[in-house]
């Protein structure tokens, strides 16, 4: 069973500060590996994906992955209380023949970004 | 382009009744989607199509029927319908297999009781 793990939460840190969002996942052989932000009632939207170990960075968001530890996290820096969402990590598992449509996704983390 | 549009946005249905969600896309794209998202869960792939014709099962098929004669059509069907079908229902899309990014409809609510 190909699974992705996510802290629940909530988390919820002052405005300004960095939230840090974190995610695991089983399968060994995932190659790409996607952030949702969704909002209360709301669909999901991406925010970011990345395919490579190491940082990726857009914006006030980074990206990281350590695929020998099968770890990716989101970093939001500077955070605003307009980040208040649930964040969705999601996994394409290796051997799907790449549709982000077959992505596995957690559970996601809520985030409460305080004024 | 509107993008993704579902309908309705929500519905109530009794049990064993049956119904159909609808969901089309006017952004040309071949791949189309059903997920399902429980409270507090992520989201669960139902169906997914890689085109006009083709569709194939997901994690959580059963109880669910879809078909995609069109490029821009994307029905979900419920026969008969059970408690463990209440949910929110996103219907998404996305223009080829690499990783282009989901785009989701606005979702359908669907309470059976």
């Known amino acids: 069973q190909k699974e992705v793990e996510q802290n629940s939460g909530p988390l919820s840190v002052p405005e300004g500060a960095i939230a840090s969002l974190n995610c695991t996942y089983s399968d060994r052989g995932s190659q790409s590996f996607f952030w949702y932000r969704q909002y209360s009632g709301k669909s999901p939207e991406l925010i970011m994906f990345i395919y490579s170990n190491g940082d990726k960075e857009d914006g006030r968001f980074t990206a990281q992955l350590n695929k020998a530890s099968q770890y990716v996290s989101l970093l939001i820096r500077d955070s605003q209380p307009s980040d208040s969402a649930t964040y969705l990590c999601?996994?394409?598992?290796?051997?799907?023949?790449?549709?982000?449509?077959?992505?596995?996704f957690g559970k996601g983390t809520k985030l409460s970004v305080k004024p | 382009n509107t993008g993704v549009t579902q309908t309705p946005k929500f519905r109530i249905l009794k049990i064993g009744q049956s119904m159909t969600l609808q969901c089309t896309q006017d952004m040309n794209h071949n791949y189309m989607y059903w997920y399902r998202q429980d409270p507090g869960m992520g989201l669960k792939l139902i169906y997914y199509s890689v085109g006009a014709g083709i569709t194939d099962k997901g994690e959580v098929p059963n109880g669910y029927n879809v078909s995609r004669s069109t490029t821009e059509d994307f029905p979900l069907r419920l026969e008969l319908a059970a408690p463990s079908q209440t949910s929110v229902y996103f219907c998404?899309?996305?223009?080829?297999?690499?990783?282009?990014?989901?785009?989701f409809g606005n979702g359908t609510r669907l309470t059976v009781t």
């Open positions: 999601a996994v394409n598992p290796g051997g799907y023949g790449g549709s982000q449509g077959n992505l596995i």
């Open positions: 998404a899309s996305s223009p080829r297999t690499d990783n282009s990014p989901l785009h």
